[in-house]
């Protein structure tokens, strides 16, 4: 396929985002020709095409009679910096599980499987460890012989004894044209951050039909307050559609993606397709909303995977073809209603499996109205007409529930409470510990990241007006235990079970931070009395389970093992444990019932793989034909650290053995192979540090131990990175300290940099090491030049950024920071003539090119103030008005136009035209924020306008009226300070308004605004 490919995996670890994975900085606007891994599933009514290499998502569907695609299918791979880690690409349904985000393996090839049915369906099962989590997921793509419609079965399943983020979303996608309707029950939504809105009509406009959101940014419409298990979309000029079908219980979150039909969404047409023309995403999800930081505010907080716990999910894809639109789906068909007159309606039926059934429309009281016999194959059609009295209410039943509908609204409609209990005190013991315990969950999309350091410190803020808040005391006990500081950990834990010794969590961490300590009768202990819990009984069996397999006493071990399935019979872990010690017990039977069982919920395990091998025989396997992924060393990582924990060092060994050479594989045979210790260390040692980021607790106990008998800097730099991720921060930087200048590996002194953020002469050190050891290379020099930016040496920074520019011609962050040098170093004009020729390829979100546009254009118009060149000053506020595609986004719906407007008037009132003046200063009075936007600075220059135009008695109802829109705003708050002639109020908001305009200034419209109303003052005082 004609491909659009990524590159350049950064080798400085990430610790805000992607640790233990590495982001793709390479994207480019050059196509090359690749192939691609692509399975096809098809039967008589649609095909399917699964891309096992990207993310092994579905690349596409389509409706085999039509043509037409049901799941977005591109023409070309165009990978774009969206993702995380950078990479992805549009179309098709993308699974995502862990942290809130495209999932880490969204790009990049998965472990798969394909398998054919005995009655003639196929499959293909892809599958991925996800390192964020700790967690493993799956997802068979099933496509039955004859039903027309795609099914997927996710299994997610936590196999950690800590609890995790909880989030999964299904993102598929279809194209936007064709007079679409989205067709999703409900009577609101919400955004990211919790905020309500109508739906399907706000404001007057039914904005359930996708041209009816002409208006505002970006659409991510979470629509809620529906019980219901399907959705979809119609297009009206096509008479066809798309459509999901899920149990509510599974996946009740329900949201559609629009990436906006101003410029700034549009763009993303051609930056993700060549030629299929724009899409959107109808999702399916385990939360209501994808909840960002603010959402935590609202009822729509985020969730946890409880230890050992699983999620499954069945959903159907399929088209919906003839109907004129949807009023209900089933996997047996599809039905819609249209009102023909009063008295009368119209059905219309698709199969999209075989039925031979009886149809009945029934009154709300029992009373039979029609009845028909319904013989149809898949997406084949019965239209017919039911008679009903004008607002009748009704049901309509097909066979033994096959499908069933309601007309009565409030069958469907739920009242679920969408805005926060204002009683709640965020700033109570209860308050404090909410707040951290969000943090925790939510994981992804935290500025400045360490989310369990801020949970750790507002549980301590918690414990501050509670000292004996035991939900607190738990959390920082699981916080010391993630950080491997388990004594620590045991004495908050203590200090519970000292209030209330049955506390289920209490007697759980009880349990997991003795078997650390080796102290089994207390671990036994602690996972005895958490097991009474019904919250903890599961994990609770499963840690004993796992301590008697530890002490070689298998018949104990199944025993509890079979008590943690009684409770979760998907408990993955438990079965592991289970499979092992049927084969210690030589128990082949009862060892290979459990191995198809779990190979039944995960056909892609490495472990029953594993397991299968150690049996020999025919069905062995091989794990290198099974391990396909992007990173298989951490397949094998993760599985020789479970029979590491489960006693069996041996076995450890040999799936070591069997993985690739990789440093840490490498050092975690050195330290269990003890008679050949040295030769694997020496190996280790040898091995590339290159986009090497171990995070395990078990291989940091590995190279702990191996420190003993080498002082090697790479060892104290894999120790210090896992620390470093633990927010063990001193420790690590002690650990780097020592490794000096030894390392020649340049990402070593970069992410010391990182770590060393705030020492200023260690930073400078690291840099310069780094700089020596790679002169040419681009991170490196814009390390230095983001530094020289940081100390104001503008000049170096721009010579860096510039020389790394003109090797990497498509890397636009270089050429970015480049003219934000020369921007601070006062070279306007150079910086211009350079921005004339950029082309930056975007990224989700990106504005930072056009930031840098508009400030230069402004700074150029003020230059020409001053020099009294008003004619210049109008080109260039003219010209800031302007939004170049090539810069990387496309322009919004109404921009915020005040500054460059009040320029405009400014100097044509300078040039004595007057008309055209008051044609301007009327644009500024004229403006106004709608559709969610955010009051700015420029409200100032609306007031000043208003007092050039004589309408002084217009201020105080903008001002009133803004207020009451948006009573917090600061900007608000300052310019009415202004107004009120309010001078304290003025001179503290300026100093904070300042004070955070300065830690993002280019673009920033609270400093232009003051540079240019000290540009008139000067001028109009002399």
Known sequence: MKTYMFSDPDPVPDMEKNYPYFKFDGFTNESIQKEWNMVVLENDYIKVLVNTDIGGKIWGAIEKSSGKEFLYLNDVVKFRDVAHRGAWTSGGLEYNFGIMS?????????????????????????????????????????????????????????????????????NAAAKAQGNLEFIYPGDHYIGHEGEVGDWPVENG??????????????????????????????????????????????????????????????????????????????????????????????????????????????????????????????????????????????????????????????????????????SLSPLEIDIFTVNLAKGQEFTVELGDDLLFYSSKKEDVIVNRPLEFNEDFNWHSAVGYYTQGLELEKQQSY?????????????????????????????????????????????????????????????????????????????????????????????????????????????????EYAQKALNYNNTNVAAMEIQAIAFRMKNNREEADKILEVLYDLDETSAFVANERIAWGGDNAGDLSLLITNELPAETYLQLAIKYLDYGFVDESINVLKKGPEYAIILLMLAYLDAENREGWLQKGLDASPYLVFPYRTETYEAINELMKESDHWKLKYYAALILWKKDRFSEAKDLIRQCGEKPDFAPFYLAKAKLFANDEAIVIAALNKAGSLAPDDWRVNKALAEHSMKSGDYVKAAYLARKSFTKYPEWSVLGMLYAEALIRDGKYKKAMDFLNDLVVIPYEGAIEGRNIYYETTIRLAFDALKRNKYKTAVKYAEKAKVWPKRLGTGKPYNPDERLENSIIAYCHEKLGDIPKSREYYLKVVEYGVKDGQKEGPGLYLQVQALQKLGKNEKITSLLENALANDPENEFILWTKAIADKDEKTVNDLSEKLQKEALASPIGSSFILLNDYLGIKQNKDTK
């Not at 700790?134 to 299994?155: G, S």
């Not at 798309?242 to 051609?270: Q, R, S, T, V």
């Not at 009886?358 to 016999?373: F, H, Q, T, W």
Request: with cysteine; aromatic share 14%.
């Open 102 to 170: 495209h999932i880490s393996t969204c790009a990049t090839p998965q472990d798969y499987v394909i398998r054919e049915y005995d009655d003639g369906s196929v499959s293909v099962i892809v599958g991925a460890l996800d390192l964020h989590t700790n967690t493993r997921w799956n997802v068979e793509i099933h496509l039955p012989k004859d039903k027309a419609y795609v099914e997927t079965r996710a299994f997610w399943f936590n196999s950690h004894e800590l609890p995790v983020s909880y989030y999964h979303y299904m």
């Open 205 to 374: 406009k039914d904005i359930s039909f996708y041209d009816n959101n002409d208006f505002g940014s970006y659409k991510s419409y979470h629509v809620l307050n529906g019980y219901a298990d399907f959705m979809g979309g119609y297009y009206h000029d096509e008479d066809f559609g798309f459509g999901n079908i899920h149990n509510y219980d599974e996946m009740p979150g329900k949201k559609i993606w629009i990436w906006g039909l101003a410029d700034e969404g549009m763009i993303w047409e051609d930056l993700l397709t060549d030629t299929k023309g724009q899409y959107i995403e109808y999702q399916t999800g385990v939360l209501f909303n994808q909840a960002m930081t603010r959402s935590s505010f609202t009822p729509f907080k985020h969730r946890e995977f409880i230890p050992y716990d699983s999620h499954l999910s069945r959903e159907l894809w399929f088209p919906v073809k003839g109907t004129g639109g949807m009023v209900k789906a089933s996997e047996y068909a599809v039905m819609n209603l249209e009102r023909i007159n009063t008295d009368s309606v119209k059905v219309s039926l698709s199969a999209l499996s075989p039925l031979n059934h009886k149809l009945i429309v029934r009154s709300m009281d029992g009373e039979l109205l029609a009845e028909r016999n319904i």
């Open 446 to 558: 935290i500025e400045g990241g360490q989310p369990y350091k801020k949970a750790h410190d507002l549980y301590l803020k918690s414990l501050e007006l509670d000292p004996a808040y035991t939900p607190a005391l738990n959390r920082i006990a699981f916080n010391y235990y993630r950080g491997m500081q388990y004594h620590d950990a045991l004495k908050y834990v203590l200090k519970v079970l000292a209030i209330d010794t049955y506390d289920a969590e209490a007697n759980y961490l009880f349990g997991i931070i003795n078997s650390k300590l080796n102290k089994t009768a207390d671990a036994k202990s602690g996972f005895s009395i958490a097991s009474q819990s019904t919250s903890y009984r599961s994990a609770a069996h499963t840690g004993l389970a796992r301590l008697f397999l530890k002490e070689k006493r298998y018949r104990k071990a199944v």
